[in-house]
């Protein structure tokens, strides 16, 4: 028999605003205290201790929009966030400051998450939606220099790019960007030539986050519809599907692969947090707790293993943190 799925470990109130994204960053050395990052609707980044379970600092960068997208920068003191008042800030947070160093105004409108890779000490890639409607556009930082603007040919009609993820083999191999969009479309680009390698109709209505594994060449998306669409690449990097999951209720607000690669987690409509398996997306547990939709999950990068966690942050204020280590 199944057994009953748990309560979450604990309960993170006080954003006063729906949440819409989380990061944690808890590998640093002792004494570091490890932390999770939450963007709300509100404009606001809070910092929570996860051992008070406390929020230390709030940030406020955005003018009160909405925050969609929170990452660090190797370290928890180099922050990058990204906001509806169409800018993607850079915060150092070094010695208690709070104030942001940079910014990027992308002049998108729309709710697409950027995507961030390191590609050399300090030095990273982000990819993010820009102005022109069906356009990525690919930066260095933390010199903003333009790498490339992918565009779909004329007549492709992909439509607004939803969610990003940028990745690469091996370290120094070839940046790849996989782009989900409004047709429903799973896009492959090589960012370095700005040509796209592969498209896969994987949805009927636009793809509202994806995640890619690139160790079994396999990801996985999800959309307004009732379906989590398995996906993997052939070595002549073409996409295909590989097997489809329905599910119990419409509407997938996210989608994450743990860094171990053993289980995924995705925020539902439904308010629920759903566990697979992610060799056989296999369902593990329902996790139900929240009483609206549930925006983001969020896997910790805990480095032992026992103490890693998932959050969960959702449009009725909370952010719910769950332990679901096993003993394999």
Not at 4 to 15: H, I, S, W, Y
Not at 64 to 86: E, F, N
Not at 119 to 135: R, S
Not at 262 to 286: E, N, Q, S
Request: proline residues 4%; glycine residues 8%; charged residues 20%.
């Amino acid at each position: 028999m199944a057994l009953p799925p748990p309560d979450p470990q604990f309960v993170l109130r006080g954003t006063s605003a729906a949440v819409h994204t989380l990061h944690f960053s808890c590998a640093g050395q002792e004494p570091d205290i490890p932390v999770l990052f939450s963007g709300s609707e509100n404009g606001f980044i809070h910092v929570w201790n996860l051992k008070t379970h406390r929020a230390d600092t709030a940030l406020d960068g955005h003018g009160q929009k909405s925050v969609y997208c929170v990452k660090t920068m190797g370290g928890k003191d180099k922050l990058l966030s990204q906001g509806r008042d169409q800018r993607i800030c850079l915060w150092d947070l070094a010695e208690g400051r709070t104030s942001v160093t940079d910014s990027v105004f992308t002049e998108h409108v729309g709710f697409c998450r950027c995507s961030l890779l390191k590609v050399a000490q300090g030095g990273w890639l982000m990819a993010t939606a820009a102005k022109g409607l069906e356009e990525v556009q690919v930066l260095e930082l933390p010199s903003k220099t333009s790498v490339c603007t992918l565009k779909p040919e004329v007549g492709a009609k992909l439509g607004m790019p939803m969610c990003l993820k940028l990745w690469q083999l091996s370290c120094g191999s070839q940046p790849l960007l996989l782009a989900g969009y409004e047709d429903g479309s799973v896009v492959l680009w090589n960012v370095t030539m700005g040509k796209v390698l592969s498209q896969l109709v994987c949805h009927q209505e636009p793809v509202m986050s994806l995640d890619f594994d690139s160790e079994k060449a396999k990801g996985i998306s999800g959309s307004s519809e009732k379906v989590l669409r398995i996906w993997s690449l052939n070595e002549q990097q073409n996409l295909q599907v590989y097997k489809t999951h329905q599910l119990v209720n419409a509407g997938i607000s996210d989608i994450t692969i743990r860094p171990d690669k053993k289980i995924l987690a995705t925020a539902g409509w439904d308010h629920r947090i759903r566990i697979f398996g992610w060799k056989k997306v296999k369902p593990l547990a329902v996790l139900d707790y929240h009483t609206a939709t549930v925006h983001c999950v969020s896997f910790s990068d805990h480095r032992n293993p026992r103490e890693r966690l998932l959050a969960a942050g959702s449009k009725d204020h909370r952010i719910s943190v769950w332990s679901i280590y096993t003993e394999t």
